[in-house]
């Protein structure tokens, strides 16, 4: 069932929003070569915390994992696409880390992701960071009154596949709202024209994920969480938390 948000609701959803944008700000600005993940899950920890909201993402149990997310943040490292839980490994030059927060504040959730690369970056890194952020661009961009789901999963899978990318089938974007993962989700790839309507007060998490070597194959590794690439290639995930507004889309989740 989608929830359509009142007015009241978003402006409450922008402060859970604003608390996971500070918090991934913090995060990346920790984020140097010999910081270890754990140390980023205590930066964003900390943000939260003082904002006195609470991290969702810890001791979440989803349908497709086998344990409680362990975790504040995810932190996937180079072939690791999503879901990285923060361990001892400290971050080396050139790496490309994408980060996943979520917050929770006076019952409502926001949910973001940044992509960035550490010390020296590789340019093929860094054009794989800018064309996800294009995706999510487009994505955003196909917010509006009328449009429907599949055009914002048009204009993210278009972006990926024109700069020859691979698009992990299965996971993509959700509704959010009092809770994290709400009806409709929202893909990475589709027919424009399909799928649910958009109107205001809805509210969406668009998360494109790219892999660089093209194909779409992952794997889930032995932990029970964290998505791989089949080929080694690097990927690449950037996530809003945007509403549909009379005006269009408004992001809640920047700082
Ligand atoms: N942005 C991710 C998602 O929507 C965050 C989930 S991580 C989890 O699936 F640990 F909370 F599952
Ligand atoms: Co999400």
Redesign the pocket.
Known sequence: MVEIKSAAAIEAMREAGRVVGEALAATRAAARPGVSLRELDEVAARVIREAGAKP??LD?L?SF?PVP?PAVI?ASVNDAI??GIPDDYRLRDGDLLSI?C?AELDGWTG?A?VSFTVGRAADADLRLIETAEAALAAGIAAVRTGARIGDIAHAIGRTARAAGYGIPQGFGG?GIGRR??EDPDVPNEGRPGRGFPLRPGLVL?I?PMLLAGGLDGYHCAPDGWTLRTDDGSRAAHV?HTVAVTADGPRILTLP
């Open positions: 969702t993402f979440y989803p994992a997310y995810c999503v879901h996943d979520g949910d992701a959700h994290m993962h998490a998360e996530e």
